[in-house]
């Protein structure tokens, strides 16, 4: 599970579960240069433990 933080302990702002390929979750977070971006990674329950792979892509969006 991956959930966009509003700060260290922050509201939840956006969250996935599974809407990546198979069992893995994606964000896609829109920021500029110079925001800070809180991500937190758990698992689907409280048994869920084990290693993790945090892959993060830059894009650019297009213009309006």
């Known amino acids: ?3 966009q933080m509003a700060g260290c ?3 939840e702002i956006d969250c996935d579960d599974d ?3 198979g069992n893995t ?3 896609e977070v829109v920021a500029v240069a110079g925001d800070v971006i809180y991500i937190s990674i758990d ?3 409280s048994t869920s433990t084990g290693n993790f792979v945090l892959d993060v892509n830059e894009g650019c969006a297009s213009a309006p």
């Open 1 to 3: 599970v991956l959930r």
């Open 19 to 21: 809407g990546g390929t």
């Open 43 to 45: 698992g689907y329950s």
């Open 25 to 27: 979750s994606n964000l």
């Open 9 to 11: 302990g922050g509201i």
